[in-house]
């Protein structure tokens, strides 16, 4: 038997303007996790959507089992065992869990869907995991982990031995990554291999028997996790010596009260939720997963409809029922789904980044391009963002590389009060550092910013105070000496006690 189970071979694919791969090399065994790390825009995606067959390299082979195969489409992939776990869960929202289970191979019989079968399958095998899910569940009553387990699992029933997960843990809560992880080493025990793409240093040495690190779209090391370590494998991903980064958090004085929102009530969603941040202050929101943190910001941004509750800013009462309004009141909103309130796709990055602040780039009806550019420029260098110009289309970006263009488009627009949803989700280490640099410098300028991350050590590294909430309501206000890992969780999880 060959020790390897899939051989890539020099590997090249440009982009306009961009060698994406280059010369890209790297072997994986059977019955092993292979984390493929490296900074935003260093290649990883495009190495693994070749693998599963959307994009055609320029030049290489690939091997399944020692024989060379040739891979034009994803079904083209899955007949030779490859699965990928979509990072973006491209899945019908109305389809069953018994029809997504087949879904683009519905068995047929005498020529017709046999609704039996699939109904049965897909029932047992829920059964065999010990999920209760009936198969006629439409999968937008489902959570985002719960989809992912169901991909799993219609992978592996459909016999692949190659599941791809591009960072699959950036939208699940913490229990659930658990689960995630139990299920990826008992694949792992079965023979079967994956690859693990994630910006977490910590679940790629507690996951990973090997580790390939992507520098500028080359391997630059690929080997047993045991013979590396975290801090080697940052250094030659950005290929220099990082010096032990703590937080780069300033105290800055804190000025008058700039952002108040009292009594935030939305049904079904959050209650009672009060919000105080001074001029220069960092304030943490804290919680798990379905908290309802998201939901507060969204809807202080107008994105959705308060049933009760007052926002100020600059302690004037102000009506922030549309983003738009929000917006002239001096409020930013990062969303934590860039594809939902985000980016524009097909506009360039200059667009995106300047869709906030018209009023600066247009002014008396004239389009001032040179301002636009300058401002563009001026964060697209200051944030490292990847890409050939400020005129590259957005949707050609890496996914981090998007998040930083989003970052700029509120830093341009120079407000008040951010509101940011897991700033640095899908963001390498090297660019995290940058954005809590950024984050200081607004901080030292006045600015009020509010911080949601499932990122505890960030949150402690960099708030002033941090709020915490479980189940649609506030649980603690916590003042730095009592920052704690525990005492986070231990509020995060608490169901309330209703006074
Ligand atoms: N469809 C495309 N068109 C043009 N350029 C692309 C396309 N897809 C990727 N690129 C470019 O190829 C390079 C590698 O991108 P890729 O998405 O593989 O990075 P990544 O390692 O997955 O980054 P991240 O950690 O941010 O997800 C980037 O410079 C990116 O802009
Ligand atoms: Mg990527």
């Not at 491209?90 to 068995?107: K, Q």
């Amino acid at each position: 038997m060959s020790s390897t189970l899939l051989s890539v071979r020099d590997l090249n694919k440009s982009f306009p303007g961009v060698k994406a791969l280059n010369q890209v090399s790297f072997d994986v065994r059977p019955g092993s996790v292979h984390a493929v790390c490296g900074e935003n825009g260093a290649g990883k995606s495009t190495l693994m959507k070749i693998i599963n067959g959307i994009y055609q390299p320029d030049s290489g082979t690939i091997h399944v089992r020692g024989e060379e195969v040739h891979i034009k489409s994803p079904i083209d992939a899955r007949a030779h065992g490859i699965a990928m776990i979509s990072q973006e869960l491209n899945y019908v929202p109305e389809m069953t869990i018994a029809e997504s289970f087949f879904m683009g191979r519905l068995p047929l019989k005498y020529g017709r869907v046999n609704w039996r079968y699939i109904r049965g399958e897909a029932k047992r095998v829920m059964t065999e995991e010990g999920l209760d899910f009936s198969g006629n569940r439409r999968l937008n009553t489902l959570t985002v982990s719960e989809i992912q387990t169901l991909e799993i699992l219609r992978a592996v029933y459909h016999s692949a031995e190659i599941l791809i997960m591009d960072e699959p843990t950036s939208a699940i809560a913490h229990k659930e990554v658990e689960s995630l992880f139990a299920k990826i080493r008992a694949l792992r025990d079965e023979g079967k291999s994956i690859i693990y793409i994630s910006h977490k240093m910590d679940e790629v040495f507690q996951l990973a028997d090997d580790v390939s690190v992507l520098r500028d779209g080359a391997i630059v090391s690929s080997q047993p996790a045991q013979e590396t370590t975290s801090a080697r494998v940052i250094a030659q991903m950005v290929g220099r010596d990082l010096d032990h980064q703590s937080y780069p958090k300033e105290r800055v004085e804190l000025g008058a009260m700039v952002f108040k929102a009292s009594r935030l009530s939305r049904e079904n969603a959050f209650e009672d939720i009060n919000l105080e941040i001074r001029a220069g202050e960092i304030v943490g929101l804290a919680g798990l997963i379905g908290a309802g943190r998201s939901e507060v910001v969204r809807a202080v941004f107008g994105l959705d409809p308060l049933d009760s509750g007052t926002v100020e800013v600059d302690g004037v009462l102000v009506r922030t029922n549309t983003p738009k309004k929000a917006i002239e009141h001096g409020i930013a909103m990062l969303s934590e789904d860039r594809r939902l309130v985000g980016i524009i796709p097909k506009l360039s990055i200059k667009k995106n980044a300047t869709l906030a602040s018209l009023k600066k780039v247009i002014h008396g009806g004239f389009h001032r391009s040179s301002v636009e550019e300058q401002l563009v420029t001026e964060y697209f260098q200051k944030m490292n963002v990847k890409a050939p110009s400020t005129e590259t289309r957005i949707e050609s970006l890496s996914g981090g590389n998007q998040q930083k263009v989003l970052l700029a488009r509120w830093l341009i627009a120079d407000p008040k009060v951010m509101l940011l949803d897991e700033p640095t989700r899908g963001i390498d280490v090297g660019a995290k550092f940058e954005i809590y640099k950024l984050m200081t410098a607004l901080a030292r300028q006045g600015r009020a910013i509010l911080m949601i991350s499932s990122e505890l050590p960030e949150l402690i590294g960099m708030c002033d105070r941090i709020y915490v909430m479980s189940a649609g309501r506030m649980t603690a206000e916590l003042e730095p000496h009592q920052f704690s890992q525990e005492t986070i969780l231990k509020h995060a999880m608490n169901q309330i006690e209703v006074a």
